[in-house]
């Protein structure tokens, strides 16, 4: 399986609700700089912390955090499929 590389619309919404980083960062329980790396693609987030930010923005993972290029339902198929593979 070709390896997914995913990008981030944490900065766009976040402009978008004209949330600051500091109060954004205040309300995840996270520090200002450990967001600003999630929002410039320099921090691996858990899926709970991807979980916690998509409910921030009462959005789905999926459009907060979505696939770079190719076709995206068949990555997230095949990367469903992995996981119950391993579980």
Do not use: C, H, W
């Not at 329980?29 to 450990?34: F, L």
């Not at 979980?51 to 198929?77: E, H, K």
Request: proline share 1%; net charge neutral.
């Amino acid at each position: 399986m070709k390896e997914m590389i995913y990008t981030n619309e944490v900065y766009n919404l976040r402009k978008e609700i004209g949330v600051s980083q500091f109060r954004m960062s205040e309300d995840l329980g996270i520090s200002r700089r450990a967001l600003s790396k999630i929002e410039n693609g320099e921090q691996n987030l858990s899926l709970g912390m991807a979980y916690r930010i998509s409910a921030y923005f009462n959005r789905i993972v999926t459009d907060v955090f979505p696939l770079q290029g190719g076709d995206q339902l068949a990555s997230y198929t095949a990367l469903a499929e992995k996981e119950r593979s391993i579980g």
